[in-house]
């Protein structure tokens, strides 16, 4: 049994930062690629940033420059730090898995998700 728990989400003011944390149990033997992804009330979930067993990163265009992602294998954790948010950051935030070693950005290509973690940015 899988299982991804995030946590660190909370209200922020724009312009501020928080780090969120996904933690993956339950088949942590196997090498997996961890993706962000986020979704606003009334609009579809969305890839923000992804990375790679070996440690490739991607991110989608609108957090270049803000967001890193980043892993710890031997805590069996992916990281999300978010610098200079933006009311438009705005959604819950998701982490996933997936049990290959190359990221990708399509949402559809992960096996496991998390339960989510608000984050709210106020102008």
């Known amino acids: 049994q899988v299982q991804l728990v995030e946590s660190g989400g909370g209200l922020v003011h724009a312009g501020g930062s928080l780090r969120l944390s996904c933690a993956v149990s339950?088949?942590?033997?196997?090498?997996?690629?961890g993706g962000w992804f986020r979704q606003a009330p009334g609009k579809e979930r969305e890839f923000v940033a992804a990375?790679?067993?070996?440690?490739?990163?991607y991110y989608a265009d609108f957090v270049k420059g803000r967001f890193t992602i980043s892993r710890d294998n031997a805590k069996n954790t992916v990281y999300l730090q978010m610098n200079s948010l933006k009311p438009e950051d705005t959604a819950v935030y998701y982490c996933?898995?997936?049990?290959?070693?190359?990221?990708?950005?399509?949402?559809?290509?992960?096996?496991?998700w998390g339960q989510g973690t608000q984050v709210t940015v106020s102008s």
């Open positions: 990375i790679s067993w070996g440690g490739s990163r």
């Open positions: 339950g088949r942590t033997f196997s090498i997996y690629a």
């Open positions: 996933a898995a997936r049990f290959a070693a190359v990221a990708t950005m399509d949402v559809s290509d992960y096996h496991y």
